[in-house]
């Protein structure tokens, strides 16, 4: 991939911190293949953790509008996407509820890619299994806690396979991220 994808991630990420009013811990962007495997190019990757206010609904609305903002579509399950602005974790915060959140963690992947909820899933509930999710997570919150399992993000980045994770490789730049109030 070229610029113009880490320049679209960087300026959604500003966008993101202009409208939710706050300065964000960004990880380093990383390559990933697309996922699920052959569904597109390689993705550009990062994590960002943001001080809100508000609901979780409330953030997940602000990130479809800035991922619309960008041309984003949603035709389709795991569709090739221009970006993808997923709502990880919300500190402890389970949604709807635990017996839900573990539904939903425990369905088999076959089941995954053929359903979608109907509602916000907090933590999201795959996030254990994705190591284009964990490595970018361990570089802003390798201590953050998953409420249901107790496992950190450190714990379960350990638990995937070492080709899994050979796949993730950190992009080298600076992607010009100004967030309010940074004077950048």
């Not at 953050?144 to 714990?155: D, I, K, N, S």
Request: hydrophobic share 40%.
């Amino acid at each position: 991939m070229d610029n113009i994808s880490e320049g679209i991630v960087s300026k959604a990420i500003s966008d993101v911190a202009r409208l939710a009013g706050g300065n964000p811990l960004v990880s380093r962007f990383y390559r990933t293949p697309a996922f699920p495997a052959g569904s597109g190019p390689d993705f550009v990757n990062a994590a960002f953790s943001i001080d809100w206010s508000g609901t979780p609904e409330a953030l997940l609305a602000l990130l479809h509008r800035v991922e619309a903002e960008a041309g984003r579509t949603r035709t389709h399950r795991w569709e090739a996407r221009v970006l993808d602005l997923d709502l990880v974790a919300f500190g402890d915060c389970v949604r709807p509820d635990a017996t839900t959140q573990t539904e939903w963690r425990n369905l088999p992947l076959e089941q995954a890619a053929t359903r979608a909820p109907d509602r916000l899933i907090l933590p999201h509930p795959r996030l254990q299994e994705r190591g284009f999710v964990l490595v970018p997570m361990a570089d802003i919150a390798p201590d953050w806690r998953h409420p249901l399992t107790g496992e950190t993000v450190t714990e379960m980045l350990s638990a995937l396979s070492p080709a899994e994770l050979a796949e993730i490789r950190p992009i080298e730049g600076d992607w010009g991220l100004v967030f309010p109030g940074s004077g950048g």
